[in-house]
């Protein structure tokens, strides 16, 4: 048997839209060396039936779906049964290039001694904007790698893993409402090993109902705090993400709206059909920025 280079991680719950949207464009792209690993919180919205039937069917390669006690519980179930050499997360509402992800794979294969590859991203929010906010953390890495920061954060949206290294890296913290903000601190603490793509593997979309959303401005607080004393974090304007932020925002406009404690503004999400036309263009817009740059790997 083949080794499997890749595996492609989704964890999800109640996210039947999305998941209709992500998981056909991936299956129709899979390569022989890789597998699709979806964990389900055991949803009720059909996405459990639905997953089911694409596993049943021989189109996602690992399926687990039961209660999860939070977000970070969901995504190392994922971790400890994947079987590639790389891992790359991918997140139910966000887009993906997989030319670019690829790319950062096959460096990583070359590269042995790489524990992981992050890249630049785009971000787009559902509600209707028609620019992409352009995001990464390239400064803020070559200030780590030049010894200047002894920490930074990155979002794990563009995030590679090599599978030998979480033996060193560790797995999510699931303590952490915002488990990639820990994760971030605890990789460039440890010194672990981070290549850095300039160009985009994948395309943010904050959308309402992400279970990020449900942070709260106290608990965000909170894990700053811990993340500057275990980590001495001092901050750079960024501690939690304007990405990140934004999910919160989101997400509590559509906690409050079904408290009846907002209007119905923008927290519904559009028709199925038009989330379809609307993620087809971010599919668009991922693509083209990806073709108009000489991309380059830094480490």
């Not at 049943?56 to 939070?70: A, L, M």
């Not at 670019?100 to 096959?106: E, G, L, M, S």
């Not at 934004?246 to 907002?262: A, D, I, S």
Request: with cysteine; aromatic share 12%.
């Amino acid at each position: 048997m083949k080794p499997i280079n890749l595996s492609y991680l989704v964890c999800t719950y109640n996210r039947l839209n999305f998941i209709k949207i992500l998981l056909p464009r991936l299956i129709e792209n899979i390569k022989p060396d890789e597998e699709i690993i979806v964990v389900d919180g055991n949803s009720t919205d059909g996405a459990k039936e639905y997953l089911q039937k694409l596993y049943e069917n021989g189109k996602i390669h690992q399926f687990v779906s039961e209660p999860d006690r939070n977000q970070s519980e969901g995504w190392n179930k994922g971790l400890l049964i994947a079987k590639g050499i790389i891992i790359k997360k991918l997140i139910d509402d966000d887009v993906h290039d997989y030319t670019a992800i690829r790319k950062c794979c096959d460096f990583m294969l070359t590269n042995a001694g790489i524990d992981i590859c992050i890249s630049n991203h785009l971000a787009f929010s559902l509600s209707g904007t028609t620019k992409p906010d352009i995001t990464g953390r390239l400064p803020e890495y070559k200030r780590w790698k030049s010894g200047l920061i002894k920490t930074f954060t990155f979002s794990d949206v563009s995030m590679l893993v090599r599978r030998s290294s979480l033996s060193f890296l560790g797995l999510y913290d699931t303590q952490f409402k915002m488990m990639d903000w820990e994760y971030s601190l605890r990789m460039s603490w440890l010194q672990a090993r981070i290549a850095y793509y300039t160009g985009y593997n994948s395309l943010s979309v904050s959308t309402p109902g992400n279970v990020t959303s449900t942070a709260t401005k106290k608990l965000l607080k909170y894990e700053g705090e811990i993340g500057r004393v275990k980590y001495g974090y001092p901050g750079d304007h960024a501690d939690i993400s304007f990405y990140s932020k934004l999910k919160v925002w989101l997400g509590n406009t559509y906690y409050n709206l079904k408290n009846k404690k907002v209007s119905a503004v923008s927290a519904q999400l559009p028709p199925v059909d038009e989330m379809e036309k609307i993620y087809t263009s971010y599919y668009s817009e991922l693509a083209r920025a990806n073709a108009a740059g000489d991309w380059q790997f830094i480490y």
